[in-house]
Every structure is written in C-alpha cells, then in structure tokens.
C-alpha cells in the first residue's frame, strides 16, 4: 500500500506543496531562495508547449474528412469563449456588489505610486497583442500547415515524420513532468516565503469571496455545461487531478498545459478540437481571470467609497471583456489588466492597485486553476457539439488508473456520435 502510495506522482505532488509551505513559513529566506525550482520547471514546460500545439493541430486537421469543420470549430470556440467569459465577469461583478468585501478596509497603507509601476495608461493594441504572443502565432501557422499539407498528395509520407516527432515529444514530456513535485515544491516555498501567510490576514474577506466565487462557478456554470454533455464534473477533475496540483503549486497553468492536452485526446476529444481550443483558450477564455478582475475593480470601488452607478459597471464589464482577452495564465498579469481597465474608467485610484500586492500572489493560483478548468470544459464541449468526442474513450479515461499512454499513439480520428 504504502509502496502503491510513493509511486503515484499525485501522492509526490502533494507533499512537496505541504513542504514547500512548511519551509516557507517557518524559514522565509530558504523559502525564497527555492524560486528557480518552480520558475526553470515552467520554463522547461514552455518549451514543449509550441511543438505540441503544432504537431497536434497538423496532424489533427489532416485527420479530418473535411476542411470546412476546422473553421466551424474555430468559430464555435470564440463564440463559447465570450459567452462563458462574459457570465464569469457578470458573476463577479454581482457577487462583489453583494458582498461587499471592500467595505471597511484600511486605506493608510496606500501610497500615491506613479500607474507606471503597474503599466501606466495601458491601451489594447490587437496588433502588439498578436507579435507578442507567439502561441497565438504557432496556432495560426500550424493551422495553414494543416491544411496546405492536408491538399497534397504525398500527405501520408509528410505525415510519418511528424507522428514520429510526436510520438518522441510526448515521450519528453513524460520525463520532465516526473519532476513536476520539484516544481510545485519551489514554486509554493517561494510563494509563502516573499509575501508569507500574514498577509492574507487583512484581505481574507476578498480572499475567501474571490475562491468561494470560483469554486461555485466551476461547480455550477462550468458543472451544468458538462452536465448537459453527459459529463461528470467529478471525474473529469478526478482525470486531470495531477496537473491541477502542479498548477497550483507553480501558480501557472502553463505547468500543466501540454499535459492537459494529451489528456484531452485520450479521453475521447479529437486532436484537432484539443489542438485549436486549448492553446486559443488560453489567452481567450480566462474564467478565473474574468471572476478575478471583475471582483477586484469592485473590491477598489468599494475601498475607496466611490459609489459606481449601473452605467459606470455596464462600462466595467464591458471594458474588462476586451482587456481581458490580451491576459495570458501568467502570474502578475492581473495587475497590467487591472490598471488598464482603471485606467480607462477613470473613477477608481489606480494607487489602490498597491492594497492587492499581498495578496494577488495567492489569489493567482485560483485564476490560473478555473482558467485550466475551463479551458478542458471548452475541449469537451466543442467535440461533443461537432460530434468528434469517443465517450468509450472517456470511460476507458476515467476508469484507468495507470499512468497516461502517450497521445501520439493513441487513434484519435475516430468520432462517435452522441
């Protein structure tokens, strides 16, 4: 039993977030000396992130009988990305508005800073946005690849290198993802040693309402979407539990991304689904990041007493709805979000911005866990809408305790109406 227990990389995961937060309460200098851990484990995940988004994608689109459907689920996606994103802003905004959490908060802490420190007057620059991420670049690129090798003839022997490159890129990422409990062990040690648990103290009302609000919104919004598919939300989290605990170790769903999607393709999504929705997912559809800003612009409000009107919250969400989409899973992205979407409203002080640098680092593990979420509900969703999702493989998927099979060997062309 005890044996069964070490081999398990969950069971591997969990302890070294236990003792990452042990060491950095109680010795905060070590804990902070421990952040290359996490922060070179992240940065060894990123480089597998590009290859496996194209390889995926190239070989997902060449699978498909018909090029049309690419651009549907294209499509689909964007469509499901704002209306979820638009409901979690909603959610947030009425949730803070109710509750409250900024109420009484103590302002003499706040320093009159300069907005630069937290990006300055911030504008949305699609362009800037586009040359700036190059997930975004590879997705595009890949897709044109896909369907310009998809034209040719000798498609079948292009095709052979590739799955042979994927077949060893996915064998990588096993071997690096062995040493996933280091990374959280850094990441979480690093955490609690800079900014330490006291923080939290002052901000807990903020804290508890931001991670009660995501907790209800993956079980309820997120729940009832999978529901509707035939879906279990529980054992859907139960199937990607590892890479949820590495994100919340390292506070970065970039840890866990490629992972997620090997996991997506073995359990019935189609590849090209997986290989579309997720990497556009991720700057996109951020749930959590939407619940986050939301809440956090009403928290600022309501600190500083600035009383905002339903004009003023209708242009809340709306300006949130555009800054959001530019903010990838990356922890202290929130802030430049934040003092673009202050920036723009010109009502609330930027310098409040100042109040959530305690605690934003704690909160980042939540966004970047509903972001993680979400992105694997929106797979699910638009493979069963398109009729590209194999339920026998989710069951296989579910039901499977062994360590995952490599998803360049599994046939995932194969789509099984529901």
């Not at 079948?156 to 409990?181: C, D, G, N, Q, W």
Request: glycine share 8%.
């Amino acid at each position: 039993m005890i044996k069964k227990l070490f081999s398990n990389l969950t069971a591997w995961v969990l302890l070294a977030i236990t003792a990452g937060i042990l060491l950095g309460h109680f010795y905060p200098a070590t804990g902070v000396a421990m952040e290359p851990l996490g922060k070179y484990f992240i940065a060894i995940i990123k480089l597998f992130i590009n290859p496996i988004i194209f390889l995926t994608i190239v070989t997902g689109i060449c699978g498909m009988d018909n090029l049309k459907r690419v651009g549907r689920v294209g499509g689909k996606a964007l469509l499901y990305f704002e209306v979820v994103t638009t409901l979690a802003l909603v959610i947030g905004v009425v949730v803070a508005y109710v509750v409250q959490p900024g109420a009484g908060v103590d302002t003499s802490a706040v320093q009159k800073v300069s907005t630069a420190a937290y990006g300055g007057e911030v504008s949305v620059s699609w362009s800037k946005f586009f040359k700036e991420n190059i997930t975004i670049q590879v997705l595009l690129l890949s897709i044109v690849g896909g369907i310009v090798i998809s034209k040719l003839r000798t498609k079948e022997k292009i095709l052979k290198p590739i799955h042979l490159a994927s077949k060893y890129v996915f064998r990588a990422l096993h071997l690096v993802m062995k040493v996933s409990p280091i990374g959280a062990f850094g990441g979480m040690a690093f955490t609690i040693g800079k900014y330490g648990l006291a923080t939290l103290v002052p901000l807990a009302k903020l804290m508890a309402c931001v991670y009660i609000t995501m907790a209800v919104f993956v079980v309820l919004v997120l729940g009832s979407i999978l529901r509707y598919y035939k879906v279990k939300l529980g054992a859907f989290l139960n199937y990607i539990k590892n890479e949820l605990l590495i994100v919340l170790g390292t506070s970065s769903s970039e840890a866990a991304l490629p992972s997620l999607m090997e996991k997506l393709e073995n359990m019935g999504c189609h590849k090209s689904v997986v290989g579309l929705v997720v990497p556009t997912g991720y700057s996109f559809n951020l749930d959590g990041t939407s619940i986050y800003l939301s809440m956090a612009v009403l928290f600022l409000a309501q600190v500083f007493q600035v009383s905002l009107n339903m004009e003023q919250m209708l242009m809340i969400v709306g300006v949130l709805m555009v800054t959001s989409k530019g903010a990838a899973g990356v922890t202290g992205s929130g802030f430049v979000i934040l003092a673009s979407t202050l920036s723009a409203v010109k009502v609330i002080p930027v310098e409040g911005l100042a109040l959530l640098l305690g605690v934003d680092r704690f909160m980042s593990e939540a966004r970047a866990i509903t972001n993680f979420i979400g992105n694997g509900v929106a797979s699910i969703v638009i493979s069963c809408s398109e009729k590209m999702f194999d339920r026998s493989k989710m069951e296989a998927a579910f039901h499977k305790k062994s360590e995952l099979v490599p998803a360049a060997t599994v046939q995932t062309t194969q789509a099984v109406n529901l």
